[in-house]
């Protein structure tokens, strides 16, 4: 199993002291998170992408390229691409040289974003959302797997004996997750290509992932990628830790009470109890997070938004530091006991490489 951290990239007012940090600071700031969190032995540094303040992620290739650089291990992901208003052959070629320079430490995750006027800045409207999403990414699917292609759709200009270039890295394309807070269809889309399912489980009661999930296994089964308990799932998640359950409480209230997302909004004890938010101890984190298995089944990726909200970045490597040494090795070790040997592990180009090779190796062995 994944454990890894995302950020949104929020420009946000310490709400303790006042200071606004520049958008140079913010984006150092993610860029020590991301280094901090292969020190710790996370897996996975995911960044959001958004095109207008506060935040600043513009860009995820330029800045996982730069982590890419600095690290060894980590896995580098998105926590949104745009599917709908970047064109997929930008994506297709700007993630494949991506990959090719980080040695195929490279995933990402579709979405159609929570900000409605990203669509006219980019020519498109947001009624063709979901219509988007699934153009668009039918002709990513392609651009990666298929040498040259010819296409004619709805929202684009047709491509005639065009090959996208580089070519994924030893012919594997990225892997991908299709991440969705409420869309039904974007469930059904990464059941239908088999790929992986990441609910966001920030906002919305346990119900509600449970349903978004269960839909995609059952949809996953369905189209005959393997048994529902196969899919491929991951999970978002919150939390602020301090070694004393009160403490954590009384330092974080501050900054959730203002929030660009949810402050001025329920109470902290309300969205905790009503969200999968997790204020507290190390202890309490992990029994909290252990229990997603309950509703979920076995997944493959976690990962913990936790810089955002004006939390400055000493408290930030601070949450780092308790969850690398003292969460993370639990939640592993508990996590790997439960899952049974027929549910796969989180996806990797190393794996993904092996089954391709395997798979041919026995295809010329039938002949």
């Given at each position: ?54 935040f600043v992620p513009s860009s995820p290739t330029t800045m996982l390229g730069w982590i890419a650089a600095r690290t060894e291990r980590l896995l580098l992901s998105t926590s949104t691409t745009l599917i709908t208003t970047n064109d997929p052959v930008k994506i297709a070629e700007d ?13 990402l995750m579709m979405g159609r974003g929570n900000t409605g006027p990203v669509y006219p800045w980019f020519g498109q409207d947001i009624r063709n959302g979901i219509p988007l999403a699934i153009e668009n990414y039918d002709l990513l699917h392609r651009l990666w797997r298929e040498d ?220």
């Open positions: 199993m994944q454990f890894g951290i995302f950020t949104v990239g929020d420009v946000t007012v310490d709400p303790t002291t006042g200071r606004l940090p520049s958008e140079r600071d913010r984006i150092k700031a993610m860029t020590t998170i991301a280094l901090k969190a292969e020190e710790v032995g996370l897996d996975v540094f995911a960044t959001g992408e958004h095109h207008n303040p506060p993630y494949a040289m991506l990959q090719h320079l980080a040695d195929g430490r490279v995933d040259v292609v010819d296409w004619k759709g709805r929202f684009r200009t047709p491509l005639q004996s065009f090959t996208s270039t580089p070519r994924p890295l030893d012919g594997i394309p990225p892997f991908v997750w299709h991440g969705s807070i409420r869309s039904p269809e974007i469930a059904e889309q990464a059941a239908y290509y088999g790929d992986g399912f990441f609910a966001n489980h920030i906002f919305w009661p346990k119900e509600h992932t449970q349903r978004m999930v269960g839909l995609y296994r059952e949809r996953f089964a369905h189209y005959g990628h393997g048994s529902a308990d196969q899919a491929i799932v991951g999970l978002g998640g919150q939390v602020f830790m301090r070694r004393n359950s009160q403490d954590a409480v009384r330092e974080f209230r501050p900054y959730f009470d203002n929030a660009p997302v949810y402050g001025h909004g329920p109470s902290l004890e309300e969205f905790t109890r009503e969200t999968p938010l997790t204020v507290g101890s190390p202890q309490q984190v992990i029994d909290r997070t252990l229990g997603f298995r309950e509703y979920v089944g076995d997944y493959q990726r976690q990962l913990f938004l936790m810089d955002h909200a004006g939390l400055p970045l000493k408290t930030v490597l601070e949450q780092l530091d308790l969850l690398g040494e003292e969460v993370v090795p639990v939640l592993r070790k508990e996590f790997d006991s439960m899952r049974p040997a027929h549910v796969p592990e989180a996806p990797t180009h190393a794996a993904l490489l092996a089954a391709r090779d395997a798979a041919t190796t026995t295809a010329e062995g039938d002949r």
